[in-house]
């Protein structure tokens, strides 16, 4: 039918080019258009569509708008829009013609199909439309909804077209429906073939359907259907979903299920025996299958496939997997399409995962660098550490409640964060971790009551919800650099912190005097004191340095992750597994700790996706592996640096 | 046995019996037969105040409470063997505990429900046969997950004992796979305590899963149910079960300090004070630590098999890395090195923390701040282990060593190791 009445539209377009005014075509189908039903209406639009006239447009815009109307007094159509009088009126000709009481006037209102019908020959005015938005909004709709109705219109709409972008749109929206529409097989692969090296997701919309498959079971070898493979009961698909099968097409009876043959046994029960069988004996399978089958011996209850019947029927049966398409030749083509495609989706997968990697390891090197100074570098366990990071967070958020607008509360947050947790940093250096430098487990011990107590207060004083800490909007969005490589600016950000606090850290300890200092103290106290380097004020500055960069990494870490007392537990383990796995006291081990850590626990993910749970598992697991192998981190100290 | 032994050996025994036949002598005899006396009296007090025997005068929460603090206490007496006397900062222990429930759990909840199964099953026309028997079990108890089927590890689910011996199997097995890599590899000190953390979250990550086949974060539940004694009131199981609490601590006390109190402990303390040297005096230090890792994993297992009946629900977030800090935290609070420390911190701190978290402690009102100490009370922990930490490194053992008059051992400005609030008196003396 539809394509009937695009062969009518198509003729009258392409014969006579001008045929008449809308207002004439109007007159000669009055009848059609005030009563119109889905068949009458094909000329009605074939005569519209080639007038020429511009007022066609508006015309069918209204009548699918049920915005026409008739005049009751002498049958001319108008335009109608609302008014204080009833009906603004526009007649045919485009004319103001005064307006009408609305008992005057009776509205047309075509059926859901006619509608339908109106709408899909509006496509071609619109595609053709002076408007190049409009045109550029009827490609869009096109493409979100293709039909095969659409083809037709849009090869007449390419040639008229001035705009080069949007005839380039055009020419590619004409060859995608193409593939999938076109009559002629050889038309649809040349147009699958046309895409080359393309890798367009809409391009793979396309090409998916063509091979969508739906399995078959018949009892002949499945001559004239389009096979993808050959079903073996038993391999390729359960002995269930076999005879599932065949129950939906009809080809067998239902299966009996134990449910219902336990309702049929029970329905039976004469003198405490089923089929001759006594009740009390119906504890298992066989007994029960016997019991029916004797019941159905006698007629008492319907036929129905017992395991037998099943496995004869699922053998009198192939089975296959079959395209919906019935050309071999052009599902051939759209494999081998998407399979082109799908090789090169996976290298930028592969690539899209690196930089996925690269920035997860970006935030576990940003969570780990204080504590490659105060543990990797001092050698001190500091279990606080993630409150520190918290504390950072919140810092962040309570100077966004003061600070109008994102980033100027952030340039305040950053320092601020820094010297709150740099003064939180030395205060339980000097109270706490100074009395125990000599027992390392004890300062684990007690800086994890300083972790339970500090999480304790955060709880207290901020609730046990997330607190939002926005980012700036120069931070939102993504840089996509194709449908499958995109990475987040905030990420970007961060690994830019990252490599920031890197060089940073490189410079402090290499080139400046406290550099110096710090790790003339870490290698030998007693030495660097006689040469008149203060420990204690370096150990305390060390310890300050590494908590304030906490502090900042909260900050961070805080414009992405949920802000709760919580916050920092989550990263805790991560980074001394991150400064442990690289090798302690090396900056760059700490980076290829977190590079490791982040890279497999991408891939780990990659390979068992939604579950980031398993992959934290097994991550873990593979970390306590690892030190095995190499005790001493990646990247070991050696000689006397090494310590010990 | 000689129960009359002094603090120091006489120095004629002490030379004549250097071999095997020298009879072992019980550590600190009055602090075991004290400590064993007072479970005797408590066992004895709660049976005479419980609902079940006596007048009553007790809730049968509150015997529930009492039975859960003793097999604290018994995983506090593990922590104490493998920190206080080995020198190993385990945070994983709890992680054993949890999984000695959740192995008990499973038959607990599988023959429940099986009882509750048959039960709706045997009201119908026909008997039930095995297959929907075992089909409405599974609905039954994977439903909240969405899920229907047996998971493999249920597997021995069905029968005590086989789930008995997992009890034992898994923590062990588990703790021995993990000791085993982690001390052939020479980890050690905080190092080993930041690998077991994370193994504590590994597990507990991989509980929280739906498909990890204990019913992720909904955990195991009704497990004060016992199975085929349904009729039996909560109050005689309560008494029941915290008998069996009690008794499994006097069991362990006894063993553990007759454990500790021969060569075998003195070779455990030498271990936390110097491996190295114990190394070259040619013990093979990771075979004993590796031995007392994997007991006391068993004996964490043990009591949550005790406690998780009498608490009636375990999930993944009882064996999360805060719960075996809690226990690092009991054991230092209570005393480092000395058994009876282990006992007293553990039951100390958590029933505090339970009358503090209860909502029962009453506020405290500052004026312009009302200390409210359901809030407060984790801050005054966290903080408070500060303190013991810094200024009384043997906790309230400590207390005890004031009352008995003993000094903290004077080595003449030598340092007193690494693990300063765990030593005795006796073994600075020469």
């Known amino acids: 039918m539809r394509s009937l009445i695009l062969a009518v539209l198509l003729a009258c377009f392409g014969l006579h080019a001008q045929c008449d005014t809308v207002a004439q075509i109007a007159t000669a189908h009055a009848a059609d258009i005030a009563k119109p039903s889905r068949q009458s209406i094909g000329p009605v639009i074939a005569d519209l569509a080639a007038s020429g006239d511009p007022m066609a447009a508006k015309l069918l815009e209204a009548w699918g708008n049920k915005a026409l109307g008739q005049r009751k007094a002498d049958k001319a159509f108008f335009l109608l829009a609302p008014d204080p009088a009833g009906y603004a009126l526009t007649d045919l000709t485009g004319a103001s013609a005064g307006t009408a009481a609305k008992s005057d006037i009776s509205e047309l209102k075509p059926n859901a199909g006619v509608r339908g019908l109106i709408a899909s020959a509006l496509v071609q005015f619109t595609l053709s439309d002076p408007d190049p938005v409009r045109r550029a909004d009827a490609l869009t709709s096109i493409a979100q909804d293709p039909k095969a109705e659409s083809l037709a219109p849009l090869r007449a709409a390419i040639d008229s077209e001035t705009d080069p972008a949007l005839k380039a749109q055009k020419q590619r929206l004409e060859r995608l429906l193409t593939l999938r529409f076109d009559t002629d097989p050889a038309a649809r692969i040349a147009a699958i073939d046309s895409f080359g090296s393309d890798l367009g997701l809409d391009l793979r919309a396309a090409l998916n359907p063509l091979l969508a498959t739906s399995r078959i079971a018949t009892q002949d070898d499945g001559a004239g259907l389009n096979i993808a493979r050959v079903l073996h009961p038993g391999r390729d698909l359960t002995a269930v979903e076999a005879y599932d099968l065949l129950v939906t097409t009809g080809a067998a009876p239902a299966r009996l299920t134990h449910d219902d043959q336990k309702k049929a046994l029970a329905a039976q029960i004469t003198d405490g025996k089923v089929g001759g069988i006594a009740v009390a004996d119906l504890t298992d399978q066989a007994a029960r299958d016997r019991a029916y089958t ?117 340039i305040v947050a950053f320092p601020l964060a820094f010297a709150l947790t740099f003064g939180a940093g030395v205060a339980l250096e000097r109270l706490v971790i ?64 990252a490599l920031l606090f890197l060089g940073f850290f490189l410079y402090l300890m290499n080139r400046t005097r406290l550099g110096l200092e710090v790790r003339a103290v870490t290698q030998n106290p007693a030495m660097a004191a006689s040469m008149g380097i203060n420990p204690d004020r370096i150990n305390m500055l060390t310890f300050g340095l590494g908590s304030g960069i906490a502090g900042i990494a909260g900050v961070a870490i805080g414009l992405f992750a949920k802000v709760t007392s919580e916050l920092g537990t989550d990263y805790i383990v991560q980074s001394f597994m991150t400064v442990v796995v690289g090798g302690v006291g090396n900056i760059w081990g700490a980076l290829a700790g977190a590079t490791m850590i982040g890279g497999f626990q991408k891939a780990i993910e990659w390979l068992n996706p939604s579950n980031t749970l398993a992959a934290q598992t097994y991550m873990i697991l593979f970390i306590i592996l690892f030190i095995q192998f190499r005790p001493r981190g990646i990247i070991a100290l050696k000689g006397r640096a090494a310590g010990d | ?203 507990s990550l991989y509980l929280f899963q739906n498909d990890s086949g204990l019913r992720g974060n909904n955990g195991l539940s009704g497990l004060q149910n016992l199975p085929a004694l349904g009729d039996v009131s909560q109050d005689l199981v309560s008494i029941w079960f915290f008998w069996a609490s ?96 282990a006992v007293i911190g553990a039951a100390f701190v958590s029933l505090l923390s339970s009358w503090f978290t209860g909502g029962r402690a009453p506020s405290v009102n500052l004026g312009v701040y009302t200390i409210d100490w359901v809030d407060w009370w984790q801050v005054l922990l966290g903080l408070s282990f500060v303190a013991v930490t810094l200024l009384a490194p043997k906790g309230i053992g400590g207390l005890f060593d004031r009352l008995t008059g003993q000094r903290p051992p004077n080595r003449k400005g030598a340092p007193l190791g690494p693990n300063e609030g765990a030593l005795q008196e006796q073994e600075a003396v020469e």
């Not at chain 2, 899920?147 to 005590?160: N, T, V």
């Not at chain 2, 936390?272 to 006391?296: M, Q, S, W």
């Not at chain 2, 800090?325 to 009876?340: D, K, M, Q, S």
Request: charged share 10%; hydrophobic share 55%.
């Open chain 2, 246 to 341: 009690a008794l499994a601590l006097g069991l362990v006390y006894l063993g553990l300090s007759w454990g500790i109190s021969g060569k075998f402990g003195s070779v455990l303390r030498a271990i936390r004070d110097d491996e190295a040297r114990v190394r070259f005096l040619g013990y093979p230090v990771e075979v004993y630590k590796l031995f007392v890792f994997t007991l006391t994993a068993v004996i964490c297992g043990l009591a949550g098999v005790l406690y998780y009946p009498q608490a009636g629900i375990i999930n993944p977030a009882e064996l999360a890395p805060i719960a075996s800090i809690y226990l690092a935290v009991w054991v230092a609070i209570g005393g480092r090195g000395r058994l009876y420390g």
């Open chain 2, 1 to 203: 046995m000689t129960h009359s032994s002094p603090r120091f050996p006489a120095p004629s025994q002490a030379k004549t019996s250097q071999h095997i036949l020298r009879p072992r002598k019980m550590a600190r005899i009055p602090a075991t037969v004290g400590m064993l006396a007072a479970l005797a009296i408590l066992t004895l007090a709660v049976t005479l105040l419980s609902p079940a025997f006596g007048m009553g005068e007790m809730s049968t929460s509150f015997v529930k409470t009492l039975g859960k603090t003793l097999c604290l206490c018994l995983a506090a007496l593990a922590m104490d063997i493998v920190w206080g006397y080995t020198g190993i900062l385990s945070l994983g222990h709890m992680a054993f505990f949890a999984i000695g429930g959740y192995m008990i759990g499973q038959w607990l909840m599988y023959a429940r429900t099986q009882e509750i199964v048959v039960q709706a099953l045997a009201s119908g026309p026909i008997p039930a046969t095995a297959d929907e028997v075992a089909q409405g079990v599974a609905t039954q108890i994977f439903g909240v997950v969405g899920g229907s089927d047996m998971p493999m590890i249920w597997g021995f689910a069905h029968s005590l004992p086989l789930q008995l011996v997992l009890v034992v199997a898994v923590p062990g097995i588990l703790a021995l796979i993990f000791g085993w890599l982690a001390f052939r590899s020479r980890v050690t000190g905080v190092y080993l305590s930041i690998l077991t953390q994370a193994m504590t979250l590994a597990l």
């Open chain 1, 434 to 497: 100074r009395h125990l430098y000599k027992r390392p487990l004890e300062t684990l011990l007690a800086t994890f009551g300083i972790s339970i107590a500090l999480q304790q207060l955060f709880k207290n004083i901020f609730g046990t919800q997330a607190r939002p800490l926005t980012s700036p909007p120069w931070l939102d969005g993504a840089l996509t650099l194709n449908d499958v490589v995109s990475i987040s600016y905030i990420r970007i950000a961060i690994f830019g912190l």
């Open chain 1, 294 to 410: 004797a019941l159905e011996a006698a007629g008492a209850v319907p036929t129905a496939a017992t395991d037998d019947e099943v496995t004869a029927a699922i053998a009198a049966h192939h089975f296959y997997e079959a395209y919906a398409e019935p050309d071999a030749s052009v599902t051939a083509a759209a494999q081998a399409a998407l399979a082109k495609i799908s090789r090169v989706v996976g290298a930028m997968q592969v690539a899209d995962l690196t930089l996925d990697g690269l920035s997860l390891a970006a935030i576990y090197f940003l969570a780990a660098i204080g504590l490659a100074i105060t543990f990797g570098v001092m050698g001190v366990i500091n279990m606080a550490h993630g409150e520190f990071i918290t504390m950072g967070a919140y810092t962040g958020y309570v100077v966004q409640q003061i600070v109008p607008g994102y980033t100027a509360s952030l």
